[in-house]
């Protein structure tokens, strides 16, 4: 029997958050983890309490639409509750076909494919399309799932500095000087943390010189960007020079689950070769009768109205939070999403005021390093299509107050 000296559990007692943890949970400041006890909506029951929910992906606030509730039942009613296997073998419906068509006609792509999650799809493109010997060029604000893709391909990893143009230049120039295989630039085109929109513009014309294909994440921008609300890649008027965009169900869509869009020959190589396509369950029935019927909300006469009503939700926190002398990351280029980052800058100090505000009944993320780089503590906030301003104001009006208490007894915050 192999000895315990070089136990693998080991790492699980001595690990370097173990410490933060413990000192956050004495304290009572945990902020992750913590109970929803009804409905994800603008104003959420959570542990005993109400509190206005700044801290969801919910970006249409389509959870709790009848129309995406019906959606989900009728699914459910008609495929039950599971699908108990993958879309290859026994676990595809009617609805991921059809839900697949309207994502392509939504993307203006020739294809679109399913899966059970967004992260999945990551791993399937980046994993299937990228092979050792190729590179794949990467902004160092990319979400965990693309790095994970990444690394899963075993192709050569090239990471710029965030929204760096400079910097993706520089790798690109690298890759193209000293690399053999096919180069693929991968970015969100709404980085999940500070909210900021990549420069695909710019983009689009180094990839274009440097022979590099792209890839866009567009988990944050499908659904809340453009006038069709078809992501970054569509505000920013790249579509067509984008390669292959990335969406998932578990934001404005109000479900779970992700998809690829993409050119007919890309989609059906991943079809047949994506191991995370194939080996896993397809999503469950309630899940994409669900994501259907929002996006099909998103792309009626009520789309524009829902866009336009999250941003301006947006624009409302971010300068009514200004106004109360809180510093909100800025986006180059203005452009407003629905992630509006407080900016704390110490770890310990973002926990303590997102106890506050949780305290003052508002619901904030707290993001700390690794999640955004070391002394860039950040509470982000993000707002939905069906927070009204009475409600905006109540949550402005707990940030006043928590402040002025918390600077008193912890110091000042960033301004
Ligand atoms: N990409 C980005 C940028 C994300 O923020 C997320 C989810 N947080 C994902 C991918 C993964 O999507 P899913 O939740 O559908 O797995």
Redesign the pocket.
């Known amino acids: 029997m192999a000895s315990l000296s070089h136990d693998v559990f080991a790492k699980v007692r001595g690990h370097e958050r173990a410490e933060q943890l413990r000192a956050a949970r004495e304290a009572d400041v945990l902020p992750y983890f913590r109970t929803l006890e009804g409905p994800a909506g603008p104003v959420v029951e959570m542990e005993g309490a109400e509190r206005i929910m700044l801290g969801s992906?919910n970006y249409l606030g389509l959870t709790g639409d009848e129309r995406v509730i019906r959606g989900a039942r009728a699914a459910l009613e008609q495929y039950g509750t599971g699908l108990t296997g993958s879309r290859l073998l026994n676990g595809t419906i009617a609805l991921h076909l059809e839900l697949e068509q309207e994502i392509a006609d939504w993307m203006g792509t020739e294809e679109a494919l399913v899966f059970t999650?967004?992260?999945?799809?990551?791993l399937a493109a980046l994993g299937t399309l990228l092979a050792p010997g190729d590179t794949v060029v990467a902004d160092s604000g990319?979400?965990?799932?693309?790095l994970d893709g990444c690394l899963l391909s075993r192709a050569k990893l090239r990471a710029f500095r965030h929204n760096r143009m400079d910097k993706l230049e520089r790798a690109l120039k690298k890759a193209a000087d000293n690399d053999d295989g096919g180069i693929l630039v991968v970015v969100?085109g709404?980085?999940?943390m500070e909210g900021d929109v990549a420069p695909l513009g710019h983009i689009t014309q180094l990839c274009a010189r440097f022979g590099a294909r792209l890839m866009v994440?567009e988990?944050?921008g499908a659904g809340v960007l453009g006038d069709r609300g078809a992501g970054a890649s569509e505000l920013l008027g790249v579509e067509d020079r984008v390669d292959l965009r990335?969406g998932?169900?578990?934001?404005s869509l109000a479900s779970?689950?992700?998809f690829l869009a993409g050119s007919h020959d890309v989609i059906d190589f991943l079809r047949v070769q994506s191991r995370a396509f194939l080996f896993t369950a397809a999503g469950v029935p309630a899940a994409v009768g669900a994501a259907l019927a929002a996006l099909r909300i998103l792309r009626s006469e009520e789309g524009p109205e829902l866009l336009a009503r999250v941003l301006d939700n947006a624009a409302y926190l971010h300068h009514g939070l200004r106004e109360r002398g809180f510093k909100v990351v800025e986006h180059e280029g203005d452009h407003m999403t629905p992630i509006v980052p407080v900016i704390v800058g110490d770890d310990w100090k973002a926990v303590l005021l997102w106890r506050a505000l949780f305290d003052a009944g508002v619901f904030v993320n707290v993001a700390i390093h690794p999640a955004v780089p070391p002394g860039g503590a950040l509470l982000r906030t993000s707002v939905m299509a069906t927070h009204d301003r009475p409600t905006l104001d109540r949550a402005l009006g707990a940030f006043a107050s928590v402040k002025a208490d918390f600077e008193a007894q912890h110091g000042p915050l960033p301004v």
């Open positions: 992906n999650t967004g992260h999945q799809a990551n990319d979400h965990a799932s693309i969100d709404v980085f999940s994440d988990a944050h990335m998932t169900f578990s934001k779970c689950g992700g």
